[in-house]
């Protein structure tokens, strides 16, 4: 039987979160542990299953407004607005982690319908498809989900200008712990947006974009304990911004008192995931006192050739 196959994953801010919405400069890395499939088949109805709904795409709950979306822009210019398929995704990607989900689950499911329908999709095709999906479903997304979860390595990225792959040479682990709670992107970048009306916010906003420069520096010449001090610093800004959490803030001081050399959340906060830069030995017991301390769920990412 025909059937049609797509894949994508995970990604990891490392750096500028929040500022980059200020046009200042962040840091993105694909992560590969955690990811999407998506498969397609045909079907009497136009229908999909995943851990969240079973049932027609037509009545698809709001939460899976952006793969929503994915699927029928993705079809209409397949030029097959009335096609009957089961879609059917599986993901190990959290959702609402900060961890690129919902861009991921519509890069998977895009690739997926054009290799049902065997035809060609560019990156750059790919990519409107999926930010059309994002903005329908999230408003104003950067952009930056939708490129980490279907290319392969690491990028700068300012808003409004061309993505800027960078090469690692950080000989670190980076360990990635998820506390358990949603995060609150939306709620997190508008209360930064009225912090951002105070010159005192604005300033700090100002140094974490300085932060992400110095770290992509130490990205290239493999300097991990400094960088673990930017890391940490960015999140004493990003705590003063009120976008971290307590849950978040105790993750990050379990890292730094087993020997991380820095820690800080990851994306837009208020829950979601943190993560801590660690040498390769000390990563293992980094990992077990994130877990021991409540984290629900850790990865480790080696950071060389990422
Ligand atoms: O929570 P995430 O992974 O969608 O990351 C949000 C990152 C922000 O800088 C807070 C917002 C943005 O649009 O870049």
Redesign the pocket.
């Known amino acids: 039987m025909k059937s049609g196959r797509g894949t994508a994953h995970g990604?990891i801010?490392l750096m500028?979160?929040?500022?980059?919405?200020y046009q200042k400069p962040?840091i993105a890395l694909p992560f590969f542990d955690a990811g999407v499939t998506t498969t397609v088949k045909q079907s009497a109805y136009l229908d999909l299953s995943c851990d969240f709904y079973q049932g027609l795409v037509t009545e698809m709950p709001e939460l899976l407004n952006s793969v929503k979306a994915a699927i029928q822009t993705s079809l209409q210019e397949l030029g097959h607005e009335d096609a009957t398929l089961h879609i059917d995704i599986e993901s190990t990607i959290p959702i609402?982690?900060?961890?690129?989900s919902s861009a991921a689950v519509a890069v998977a499911t895009t690739r997926a319908l054009f290799d049902y329908y065997q035809q060609p999709l560019s990156q750059e095709q790919l990519l409107a498809i999926v930010n059309i999906a994002e903005t329908i479903a999230?408003g104003?997304?950067?952009g930056?989900?939708a490129l980490m979860t279907s290319s392969n390595q690491a990028y700068r990225y300012v808003?409004g200008q061309p993505f800027t792959p960078i090469q690692s040479n950080l000989e670190a682990t980076l360990v990635i712990a998820d506390t358990g709670k949603t995060?609150q992107?939306k709620e997190?970048?508008s209360a930064?947006k009225e912090l951002m009306l105070q010159s005192q916010y604005q300033a700090k906003i100002q140094q974490l974009g300085q932060l992400t420069i110095e770290a992509e520096q130490c990205l290239i010449t493999n300097s991990a304990p400094k960088l673990g001090q930017l890391m940490t610093e960015a999140q004493q800004l990003l705590t003063d911004l009120t976008?971290s959490s307590p849950e978040l803030n105790q993750l990050t001081e379990v890292a730094l008192k087993t020997g991380a050399y820095g820690a800080k959340l990851?994306?837009?906060?208020r829950g979601?995931c943190m993560i801590a830069l660690c040498s390769d030995e000390q990563a293992e017991s980094v990992n077990q006192s994130l877990q021991q301390a409540g984290a629900v769920q850790t990865w480790m990412l080696p950071m060389k050739g990422i």
Do not use: C, F, Q
Request: charged share 20%; no cysteine.
């Open positions: 990604k801010i500028g979160e929040h500022a980059v919405v962040s609402e982690r900060g961890m690129g999230h104003n997304p950067s930056l989900d808003k995060g992107t997190a970048v930064v976008v990851t994306g837009g906060g979601g």
